[in-house]
Structure formats: C-alpha cells, structure tokens
C-alpha cells in the first residue's frame, strides 16, 4: 500500500510552492499525461538513475523536514523522547518485518502495515498517554497546577496572604 501525501512534504520543501492552484494545475497535467499514452510514455523513459536520484533528495528533504519540526519539541522533563523512540520502532516493523501482520483483520492492515501511518497512530495515541492524560494527584493537562491545590483563604499564613490574588 503506497500514498504520496509524504512525498508531497518534500515536494513542497524542495520547489518552495504552497499555492492550491499549482498544485490543481499539477494535477490536470498528470490527468492529462495519463490519457495521452505517448507523454507516459516520454515520462517513463527518464533513465532509473535520474528518478532514482530525485527520489533521494526528496525522502532526504521528507527527513529533513521532519527533524526541523523535533527541534521545536521539548524533550526534557518530559515523555516525549520517549513517545518518539517507541513510534519510530512501531513504525520500522511493517519495513524491516512485512509479513507480520497478515493474519490481522483488513482494517487493521491498513493502519499498521504502513510505517507512516503506523508511526503517527502510535505517536498519537502515546502523546494522548502521556501528555493529556491526568495522573492521580496531578492536575489534568492544562489545568493550573495552583489552583487544583489552593487552600482555603481562612487558614494562609501572612506570606501565604499576600501572595494571594
């Protein structure tokens, strides 16, 4: 099972083009090139290496886009290195191991036997784990960590006080 919406990351990356029209007009040219069998033709005869060749810059550029975006995840004090690590496993079985989940149902085929998939249900389902879910004597995500443990007004020593809203 193959989708391009990664390749398209890439795509993007690399021409610097986020227009909704190009890509419309993009396309109507690759609908076009499908039913004039003599254009297929002339793209499928590019040599392997070439399409070889930008199809590693591209998947390099994918890589690289993807580390630009974990450099702006805080990765101390908290599980998400550890969120990753796990994801990016989860996502390396279907690569290094692709008959292990033939037995499964369909449905769950197409989740988990492709790694890009595999790898982003895993990294959300850990990030809602670990991340917004309440631990017992915590407050929940987002909930001000002050206020969930705010004594009442009637028993604040002086310093308690005047540090009171």
Not at 17 to 35: D, F, N, P
Not at 104 to 127: E, M, V, W
């Amino acid at each position: 099972m193959y989708t391009v919406y990664a390749e398209n990351v890439g795509l993007i990356e690399m021409a610097r083009i986020r227009s909704r029209w190009i890509t419309a007009v993009t396309g109507a040219v690759l609908i076009v090139l499908g039913c004039l069998p003599g254009l297929g033709t002339i793209v499928a005869s590019l040599p392997d290496p070439v399409v070889g060749a930008a199809a590693l810059v591209m998947f390099a550029m994918i890589t690289a886009v993807g580390i630009r975006i974990l450099k702006k995840v805080d990765f101390n004090g908290t599980h998400n290195l550890l969120i990753l690590a796990v994801s990016l496993a989860a996502g390396m079985v279907p690569v290094t191991a692709p008959t292990i989940y033939h037995r499964l149902p369909d449905s769950l085929q197409i989740i988990l036997g492709s790694a890009i998939t595999s790898t982003a249900a895993c990294a959300f389902a850990l990030n809602l784990l670990f991340n917004h879910t309440p631990r017992k004597g915590q407050p929940s995500p987002g909930q001000d960590p002050v206020a969930h443990h705010q004594p009442s007004t009637t028993h604040l020593s002086a310093t308690e006080a005047s540090l009171a809203p």
